[in-house]
């Protein structure tokens, strides 16, 4: 009976927690957003507290100019932070905090390819992934501890089994869940810099770069991130779905001139 009620517990607080991506995409999320933003902000000010940030006007212009123009028609506070550090990276958090490293310029060649990275990691904000992912993890070790509770694998068989079971869920949903995500952050990303008057085509080149500075990677399968080559088809398919976004910002005068500093 205890079993019982706790299956339709969880049960109940799945369907209640059904909500929908920008891209229509059923998503589980059980997070409160309020709690997701405090978040946001106390992991910002620990990577700032842990990391050079950058002082130089003219690449801190460069980067504000391209958050401006993709977050023109998101409404609230961007707020912006540029890393100096060798890392290919940059990162969005709930509660608008953008934070860019100086190794991603080395790779994003100009405007249009940096403003794929952001408007990538702004599509993971927009599309509550952070709140998506915690809600996965929390509902896969309640499962796995329910399972647990009813069959309590006492002995060295079922403790085996029961492990078995935990590599089956990370691989099974929780990794195939990440990739649909970092794919739906790179479609949503594409529709914000085409709004923005940046070219998305230009978001093939950067994955490009990426590959050929990308160290070996695992299989797709053990990945949480799709392989270069499928998020590049992935583009590609989606470019003629957005390239007349792009067109008409161009037409409506969104011809971002945001200037990288010459390279040293």
Sequence with gaps: MRHTIWGWVFLCLWLAACATSPMGRSQLVLMPEDQLVQMGLQAFEQIKRKETVETDPALNTYVRCVV?????????????????????????????????????????????QLAAVIGHEIGHVLARHSNERMSQQFAVQQGLALVQAIAN????????????????????????????????????????????????????????????????????????HPSHETRIREIEAYLPKVMPLYQQARAQGRTPRCRPPERR
Excluded: C
């Excluded at 401006?68 to 506070?77: S, V």
């Excluded at 707020?79 to 790779?107: C, E, K």
């Design 68 to 112: 401006d123009a993709l977050t023109r028609d998101l409404g609230g506070q961007w707020d912006v932070v540029v890393f100096r550090s060798d890392q290919v990276n940059a990162f969005a958090l709930p509660g608008g905090h953008i934070g860019v490293y100086t190794g991603l310029l080395q790779v994003a060649e100009n405007q249009h």
């Design 153 to 224: 694998p006492g002995s060295a068989t079922g403790q085996l089994a029961m492990a078995a079971l935990g590599l089956g869920a990370q691989v099974g949903v929780l990794l195939p869940y990440s990739r649909i995500q970092e794919s739906e952050a790179d479609l949503i990303g594409l529709e914000l810099m085409a709004r923005a008057g940046f070219d998305p085509r230009e978001a093939v080149a950067l994955w490009r770069n990426m590959d050929r500075a990308g160290k070996a990677a695992p299989p797709e399968w053990l990945s949480t």
